[in-house]
């Protein structure tokens, strides 16, 4: 591999004084038959490539938000409490976040919040250290209460899916902040319960409504969309995957917020993207959407 295993992007200014910088906290080699769910292989295996054993070469994507003096961290990657027997099928190299943040020089005690899209294993896994405390001492967990509670909820599909025990130690640690819907963190930083992939997944909208107001100020926004969208090969809103629990609310909720994005001109982060990010996204004229850099 040439890149290496653990880097951090330029920072990037959005509307209301919000800087947003890409971690790379490791790699990730998801099934592409999994990934790209009902979507024929003739009609993706156009865009990427996958390994010997079927798998595509992704990336476990973390967002440090630094705004109104507090810092955000997106995601918590795998953590290292995975067997060995799934970190090989899965291809995960890396995933520890505060291993990850130290490697960039950003302390994880000077985090805040902690946004968790969803509690599957590669955006909750790292909630807890490899010692089972919590990886940000100082952080609320930020997690939708529709989440939490389909994570303790009995439906056969959750069970052994969700990271229950992770979620029941940060709320054990008084560390979590069950949100409900769309709430404002900060100025310009807002979570929003999107479900689709999840009960309660949510992404995270990036930049103050309303500029500075002073001529200079970025007035630029921007999104960060969990699994709703893991790359941009899945800006197509029909292409649903595999690990979509709602598949038709994910198509509409994508429907609605791809067409805002495309619309407003939002940049676009993308958890599971190798490629350089942010991206936009444009309509085509054929009615679809596509990446644009
Ligand atoms: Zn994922």
């Not at 190299?93 to 505060?98: F, L, M, N, T």
């Not at 291993?99 to 807890?128: E, W």
């Not at 936009?280 to 004229?285: G, V």
Request: a negative charge.
């Amino acid at each position: 591999m040439s890149e290496p295993l653990h880097q951090i992007g330029p920072a990037r200014a959005y509307a209301g004084g919000v800087t947003v910088r890409v971690i790379r906290a490791g790699w990730f080699r998801p099934d592409a038959g999994g990934f790209f769910g009902v979507v024929p292989k003739p009609l993706w295996s156009r865009l990427v490539e996958t390994d010997d054993r079927g798998r595509l070469l992704c990336r476990l994507n973390l967002l440090l938000i630094e705004a109104g003096g507090k810092r955000i961290l997106v995601e918590t990657g795998t953590g290292s409490r995975m067997t060995d027997k799934d970190r090989d099928i899965k291809g995960i190299e890396g995933g520890e976040p505060v291993a990850a943040l130290r490697a960039v020089d950003v302390d994880p005690a000077s985090i805040d919040f902690v946004v968790v899209s969803h509690l599957h294993y590669d955006h909750a896994g790292g909630m807890l250290g490899p010692d089972g405390q919590p990886s940000f001492p100082n952080a609320r967990y930020v997690i939708q209460r529709d989440e939490a509670e389909a994570a303790h909820g009995d439906e056969l599909r959750l069970q052994g899916v969700m990271e229950v025990e992770q979620l029941d130690a940060i709320r054990a640690a008084r560390l979590l902040a069950e949100v409900s819907g769309e709430v404002e963190l900060v100025d310009g930083v807002r979570v929003l319960r999107t479900g689709g992939h999840t009960r309660g997944s949510q992404a995270v909208l990036i930049g103050a409504e309303k500029g500075g107001g002073r001529a200079g100020d970025p007035s630029e926004r921007a999104i960060f969309w969990g699994d709703l969208i893991p790359t941009r090969w899945q800006i197509p809103v029909r292409w649903t995957s595999a690990y979509d629990d709602y598949p038709i609310e994910a198509i509409e909720v994508r429907n609605e917020l791809v067409s805002r994005a495309a619309a407003e001109g939002w940049w676009c982060y993308f958890t599971h993207d190798p490629g350089a990010l942010p991206v936009r996204i444009e309509a085509t004229d054929r009615g679809g959407f596509r990446a644009t850099e």
